[in-house]
C-alpha cells in the first residue's frame, strides 16, 4: 500500500486504502464532476500511528481515568507528535505533481469503520477547511487523526464492541469550490429519508460552503423536487443570517445583507441540477444516495456521496403477511428480531449491498410489519437492465460473472457449516434442566438465541439470491419468447420439478396416509382423535402403523404449526399431523400429484430446446441460472426447514423456565412466559424479588391481554390507514399476484388455521392468510389456491405448481370478502380471482 494517492486512481476506491469517504470519492470521480485532490491512505496513518501506540495502550489500560481524560491525552499525544519524514516528503512531492500547492484544500477525516454494519461514524471525525500552506496540511492531518479519538468516538467504538486500536483512518485532501456569499452549497437525497418518499429529491441549501448545511446549527432551504419530472413541488425558504465564506487563512463567518436572508439560494434551474446530480450519483452506485454538492462559478460540483442507508418507514403488510400472518408474543420476537436485522445486513453485504440501519420488521399491535420502504431502497439490485438485450447481457457477462460469484459458494458453504448447528442443537435437547437455577435457565434459554442467531447469519442471503435468481431467469425467458405467457409457461417447467425437503416430508406424509387407507380400523381410530390419548391408542390398535409415526415425529416433529415457538411443534401436537394423514387417506392413489414423472421429462425437454435455441457464448451462462434457480428453491425450503429446530430446545427450556415461575405465582401456567418481553423477563430473574416478580406479572397478563385482542381482528394492511385493506373494491373480481398456472371454478372454503383442517371439503378452493407445509395435507384435497399474502415464492405457489393447482397469491383482504359456499373463478397465470355467486 502506498501513503498517498490521488483521487482518481481506481485503487483508491478500496476502504482498506482510502476509508469510507475517500474511497467514496474515489469511486465518484470516475464519472461525475468530483474536485480532484489527494487521499492519505490508511497506511499513512499507521506510519504516523505506530511509534505512539505503546503509549497509547498504557493510557487506555488506566482503569481509574474516566474516558473523557483517555481521549484527552491520547488527542494531546497525537497534536504533538512529528510527521513520519517518508509522509512529509511524499505529500510535498504530490502536492506539487497536482499543482496543489497554496491551493485551498479540506481536510477531511475518512475513517476505516465508517460504513461498517449498523455503524454511523460518519460525521463524527473533524473536517478542516481552506488549509494552503504544507505546515498547516500537517497540523490539520493530525487534527484528522486526533478524531480518531474524540471521547464520542470512542463511546460509539465501546458500544459497537469494536477495539481501539483496530481503527484506523485514511485523509482526504481535496481542492476547496470557493463558493461565494452569493453561492450556494448543500446536501441533497436521491430520496426523501425525513417524509419517506421514494418519488422525491430532498434538498437542503445555503448561501456559502456547505458546511453550514452539514453542521445542521442555521436555518437552511429546503426544496422537494418531483424524480420524474423534476418540477419543484415544495419549498421552504429559511431567515438565513450568515455564510460561511473561504478566506486566506482558511474559512469565517459572513453575516448576510438583510435583503438577501430571506432570498432563495437556489433558482428553480438550479433545483433541476442538483435533483439530476442526486439521481445521476444513485444510478453510478446502483443505490439511493446523500450527496453534498456545491455551485461556483455556474458550475455544479459533487463534493461527496455516501448510501442513503436510513428511511422513514411506511409499515405495511406486504412483506410480512406471508412469514407472520398471526400475532406474535412479545418473548418470541424479542429474542428472532436483533438476530434477524443481524442476518439482514451481513446478507446485503454478502450481497454487496450497503447495510439497512434501521427495522425491517417491527411489531405494531403484537403483528409484525415490513417496512415497505426499506424493501423498495433494496429490491431489484441484480442486473436486469444488463438483460434488455442480447447484445448488452453478452457483454455483461464477465462483469456479472465476478461481481455474482459469491452465488455459486452460498450453498457450499451453508452445508459446510450445518453440521455444527444440528451437532449443538442435539447437544442442547440432552443437556439436564432439573436442577439447574433460573439464572441458569435463562443462560440456556440464551444460548439457544444465539446458536440460532449465529446459524442464522446467511439465512436471508438465501431467500433474497433465490428472489434475485427468479427475476434474472425470467428476463432471460422474456429474451427467448415474443410473448409473455410462454415465458412463464417456460419458467414454471423449468423450475416446478425441485428438489425440496418439503416434498420428501409430504411424500413420506402420502406413504403414511396409503397405510391408513388399507386398514380401515385403524383409519376409524383417526377419524375420532382425541389429542390427549390418540398417541397410545393407536400403539395399541396398530403397533406397525405407531412404530412409523413416531419414527417420522422424531425426523421432522421440530416442524411448526406456527413461525411462533408458543405454539405447537408436529411433535407437541401429533394430532394435528394425524388429521393432515386422515386427509390424505380420503384420497385416492391416483390424487398424489400430477404425472411427477411427465413433469420431468417436460422439465427437461424444455431446458434443452431453450439452450439450444441459445448463442453458443449464451448457453452456459443460462444453464447455470436454471441449476442455480433450482438449487435455491431446495435451499431456501432445506433453511427454513432446519431454523425450526430450535423450536424444541426453546420451548423446552422456557417451558422449565415457566414451571418454576409458576410455582412461585408469577405465572398461571407456563407457556403464559412468552407473554414477557425479553428485558423484563431477564431484569426479574436478575433481582429476584417480590417486588420485580410483581411487575412481571403484570406487565405479562397486561401483554397477553393485547395479544388475545389482536388474534380477534383482522390487521390493517398499512398501519394506521384503515382505508388501505379495502385495495380490491370491485364486486366481480380481484386482482392478485399470479402464484401458479391454470384456471379453476368451484367452491370456496375460509381455512384460518390447524384447528379448520379436518372440515376442509374435497376440490374445494382455499382460502387462507398464508399457508406452510404444515397445511399441504389440504393442497391434496383443494383443486385451487387464494391466500391473502405472498406471492411466486411463497409456500403456497410453490406447492401448488408442485400439484399443477391454480393458485393467486396476496389478495389483501380476501379473508374478509369471500364467504364459505361462494363460487369463484381462479386465472392463476394472470392472477385474477371473478366472483361467481
Not at 29 to 41: E, H, K, N, T
Not at 140 to 159: D, E, F, G, P
Not at 419 to 430: P, T, V
Not at 593 to 612: A, V
Request: aromatic letters at 8%; a negative charge.
Amino acid at each position: 500500500m502506498e501513503l498517498i494517492y490521488k483521487i482518481n486512481e481506481p485503487i483508491a476506491s478500496e476502504v482498506s486504502i482510502s476509508g469510507g469517504k475517500g474511497a467514496s470519492l474515489a469511486k465518484t470521480i470516475q464519472s461525475l464532476p468530483v474536485p480532484d485532490g489527494l487521499i492519505l491512505s490508511c497506511q499513512a496513518y499507521q506510519l504516523f500511528i505506530t511509534p505512539l501506540l505503546s503509549e497509547i495502550n498504557c493510557l487506555l489500560s488506566e482503569k481509574k481515568q474516566e474516558i473523557e481524560a483517555v481521549s484527552k491525552n491520547i488527542r494531546h499525544l497525537i497534536l504533538q507528535a512529528s510527521m513520519p519524514e517518508d509522509l512529509i516528503h511524499s505529500l510535498s512531492s504530490r502536492l506539487n505533481e497536482l499543482q496543489l500547492n497554496n491551493t485551498a484544500l479540506a481536510v477531511r477525516s475518512s475513517g476505516t469503520l465508517e460504513d461498517m454494519p449498523g455503524a454511523a461514524f460518519a460525521g463524527q471525525h473533524d473536517t478542516v477547511l481552506g488549509v494552503k500552506t504544507l505546515p498547516n496540511l500537517l497540523d490539520a492531518i493530525r487534527q484528522c487523526y486526533a478524531s480518531l479519538w474524540h471521547t464520542h468516538v470512542m463511546l460509539y467504538r465501546q458500544h459497537l464492541n469494536l477495539p481501539h486500536t483496530q481503527a484506523s483512518m485514511a485523509v482526504v485532501l481535496q481542492r476547496m469550490i470557493n463558493v461565494q456569499e452569493n453561492e450556494a452549497a448543500g446536501v441533497a437525497f436521491s430520496v426523501d429519508p425525513v417524509q419517506g418518499s421514494l418519488s422525491t429529491v430532498l434538498i437542503n441549501a445555503a448561501f456559502g460552503l456547505g458546511e453550514t448545511v452539514v453542521a445542521g446549527e442555521d436555518p437552511v432551504d429546503e426544496f422537494l423536487i418531483d424524480r420524474k419530472s423534476f418540477a419543484l413541488k415544495q419549498e421552504t425558504i429559511a431567515q438565513k443570517i450568515n455564510a460561511i465564506v473561504m478566506v486566506d487563512n482558511g474559512t469565517k463567518i459572513l453575516p448576510l445583507a438583510s435583503a438577501q436572508q430571506s432570498m432563495s439560494s437556489l433558482t428553480a434551474e438550479q433545483c433541476k441540477q442538483v435533483a439530476e446530480l442526486a439521481i445521476s450519483a444513485e444510478r453510478y452506485f446502483d443505490f439511493p444516495q446523500d450527496i453534498e454538492w456545491a455551485f461556483h462559478d455556474g458550475k455544479l460540483w459533487l463534493l461527496q456521496s455516501r448510501n442513503v442507508t436510513q428511511i422513514a418507514p411506511i409499515w405495511t403488510r406486504e412483506e410480512s403477511a406471508e412469514r407472520f400472518p398471526n400475532p406474535i408474543t412479545p418473548l418470541t420476537w424479542d429474542m428472532c428480531e436483533a438476530g434477524f436485522h443481524s442476518s439482514l445486513n451481513f446478507s446485503l453485504n454478502l450481497m454487496g449491498l450497503p447495510s439497512f440501519n434501521g427495522k425491517w420488521f417491527g411489531m405494531q399491535d403484537y403483528y409484525i410489519y415490513g417496512n415497505q420502504n426499506a424493501v423498495s431502497l433494496y429490491s431489484n439490485r441484480l442486473p436486469t437492465s444488463m438483460m434488455n438485450d442480447l447484445p448488452t447481457l453478452l457483454k455483461s457477462l464477465p462483469e456479472i460473472a465476478q461481481k455474482f460469484s459469491w452465488v455459486q459458494e452460498l450453498p457450499i458453504t451453508w452445508m459446510r457449516d450445518l453440521d455444527k448447528y444440528l451437532i449443538s442443537i442435539g447437544a442442547l435437547m440432552n443437556e439436564p434442566l432439573q436442577d439447574k437455577s433460573l439464572p441458569q435457565l435463562w443462560d440456556y434459554v440464551q444460548r439457544i438465541n444465539k446458536l440460532g442467531a449465529d446459524y442464522f447469519l446467511p439465512n436471508i442471503a438465501i431467500s433474497l439470491t433465490q428472489r434475485s435468481l427468479y427475476s434474472a431467469l425470467m428476463a432471460l425467458l422474456k429474451l427467448f419468447f415474443k410473448e409473455e405467457k410462454y415465458a412463464h409457461t417456460a419458467f414454471d417447467n423449468l423450475i416446478a420439478m425441485s428438489e425440496t425437503k418439503t416434498g420428501q416430508v409430504n411424500a413420506e406424509l402420502w406413504t403414511l396416509s396409503r397405510y391408513v387407507r388399507q386398514h380401515p380400523q385403524l383409519l376409524k381410530l383417526i377419524t375420532s382423535i382425541v389429542p390427549e390419548s390418540i398417541m397410545q391408542e393407536i400403539e395399541v390398535c396398530d403397533p406397525h402403523f405407531h412404530q412409523q409415526f413416531t419414527l417420522f415425529l422424531a425426523n421432522h416433529g421440530h416442524r411448526e404449526l406456527d413461525f411462533d415457538a408458543y405454539h405447537p411443534t408436529w411433535l407437541d401436537a401429533p394430532h394435528i399431523v394425524l388429521t393432515q394423514i386422515k386427509a390424505m387417506a380420503d384420497l385416492a392413489d391416483d390424487k398424489q400429484t400430477d404425472d411427477p414423472l411427465g413433469k420431468k421429462i417436460l422439465q427437461s425437454e424444455t431446458e434443452f430446446s431453450i439452450i439450444s435455441d441459445a448463442p453458443e457464448e449464451l448457453r452456459f451462462f443460462l444453464q447455470e441460472i436454471i441449476r442455480l434457480a433450482r438449487v435455491y428453491t431446495a435451499l431456501d425450503d432445506l433453511e427454513h426447514y432446519q431454523t425450526t429446530r430450535l423450536a424444541l430446545p426453546m420451548r423446552r427450556g422456557l417451558k422449565a423456565l415457566g414451571e418454576r415461575l409458576v410455582i412461585r405465582s408469577v405465572l398461571d401456567c407456563p407457556m403464559d412466559i412468552y407473554f414477557a418481553n425479553e428485558k423484563p423477563l431477564a431484569d426479574a430473574i436478575l433481582a429476584d424479588n417480590p417486588t420485580e416478580w410483581n411487575q412481571l406479572r403484570h406487565h405479562i397478563y397486561q401483554n397477553k391481554a393485547g395479544y388475545l385482542k389482536a388474534k380477534s381482528v383482522t390487521p390493517q394492511w398499512i398501519y394506521g390507514e384503515d382505508s388501505c385493506n379495502a385495495l380490491n373494491t370491485n364486486e366481480h373480481q380481484l386482482k392478485g399476484l399470479a402464484g401458479s398456472a391454470g384456471i379453476v371454478e368451484g367452491e370456496v372454503y375460509l381455512v384460518y388455521g390447524p384447528e379448520n383442517f379436518a372440515e376442509f371439503p374435497q376440490n374445494a378452493i382455499l382460502v387462507a392468510r398464508t399457508t406452510n407445509p404444515a397445511w399441504t395435507a389440504l393442497f391434496y384435497r383443494a383443486s385451487g389456491i387464494i391466500t391473502e399474502s405472498g406471492g411466486p415464492l411463497s409456500h403456497g405457489a410453490v406447492t401448488a405448481r408442485e400439484l399443477g393447482l391454480p393458485a393467486v397469491m396476496g389478495v389483501r383482504n380476501i379473508l374478509n370478502i369471500l364467504k364459505n359456499g361462494q363460487k369463484v373463478k381462479v386465472d392463476g397465470q394472470k392472477g385474477i380471482i371473478e366472483i361467481l355467486s
